[in-house]
C-alpha cells in the first residue's frame, strides 16, 4: 500500500511540474513558426518615400540617396517617381511642353538621379526655376498582386497592368489617382519626408535658349508623355 502511495505522489508530482513545461515549449514553438512565417511570407505593402528638393534648384539636374532601394529592391520591386509643382504630381518621366523640359530619372542601388533636358533639342541643359518644383515621391511596389506586380516598363498597348489602370479609369501620370489605386490593393508604408541635401547643378552662365518664355509662378506640370 504504501509503495502505491509513493508511486502516485511521484505521478502527481511529474504532472505538475511537467505540464506547465510542456506548455511553455509549445508556446515558444508556436511563436518561433509565426515569426517564421512572417519573415517568409512576402509583404503586401507599397513604400512612400518623400523629398523636398526646393534646396536643390534652381538646376538641370539632383542626385538623391534612397537607401531604401536595395540591389534587392532594384532588381525586383517596380519603382514609381511622381514631381510635385504647386498644382499637380506628375510621373516621370515626363514632358513638360508649357515650360519646353523633358525630365527623366535614373535608379542605381542607394541612389536616384534626375535630369531635365530641353524639349527644343532634347541635349540641352535646362535649369528649373526654384518655384516650379517641390517635391519627389517614390512608390515601391512590394505587394505581389498581379493587379500591380509586374510589367510597369512594357508598352502601353502591350502591358495587362496599364490596361488594368485604363480600365478600372485610374491615370497613371496622377500620383493622387495612383495611390487611391493602390491603397485599396496593398498597405501603404509611409517611410518619412525628407529634405533633399544633394549637390547642386547650377548654371555658371544662364543662355536665353534655356529659359522658359514663361515668368508667372502659376504653372503646374503638363504631361505629354
Known amino acids: 500500500m504504501l509503495s502505491l502511495t509513493i508511486l502516485w505522489t511521484l505521478i502527481c508530482a511529474t504532472i505538475i511540474i511537467g ?33 523636398d528638393i526646393r534646396e536643390q534648384l534652381p538646376g ?7 537607401p531604401q532601394i536595395t540591389e534587392e529592391v532594384l532588381y525586383n520591386n517596380p519603382i514609381l517617381f511622381y514631381l510635385e509643382s504647386e498644382n499637380s504630381c506628375l510621373k516621370l518621366p515626363l514632358n513638360n511642353s508649357q515650360l519646353g523640359y523633358r525630365a527623366s530619372v535614373y535608379k542605381n542601388v542607394g541612389k536616384i538621379y534626375v535630369t531635365f533636358k530641353s524639349l527644343s533639342d532634347g541635349v540641352s541643359n535646362f535649369y528649373v ?15 505581389k498582386d498581379k ?33 487611391g489605386y493602390f491603397s485599396n490593393i496593398a498597405t501603404i508604408d509611409f517611410k518619412g519626408h525628407f529634405i533633399a541635401k544633394g549637390k547642386i547643378k547650377r548654371p555658371r552662365k544662364v543662355h536665353q535658349k534655356t529659359l522658359s518664355p514663361v515668368s508667372s509662378h502659376g504653372h503646374e506640370l503638363r504631361s505629354v508623355g
Not at 30 to 42: A, Q, V, W
Not at 60 to 66: E, G
Not at 157 to 174: E, Q, R, T, Y
Open 147 to 179: 493587379r500591380i506586380y509586374g510589367d510597369w516598363t512594357e508598352k502601353t498597348n502591350a502591358s495587362p497592368i496599364h490596361k488594368g489602370l485604363s480600365k478600372a479609369g485610374i491615370n497613371i501620370h496622377d500620383y493622387e489617382d495612383m495611390l
Open 19 to 51: 505540464y506547465p513545461i510542456y506548455l511553455f515549449n509549445k508556446s515558444s514553438s508556436i511563436t518561433d513558426r509565426d515569426s517564421d512565417l512572417k519573415h517568409t511570407m512576402p509583404t503586401n505593402t507599397v513604400e512612400l518615400l518623400s523629398f
Open 129 to 143: 526655376p526654384a518655384w516650379h518644383l517641390s517635391k519627389l515621391k517614390i512608390l515601391i511596389i512590394k505587394s
Open 60 to 66: 538641370w539636374s539632383f542626385t538623391l540617396d534612397v
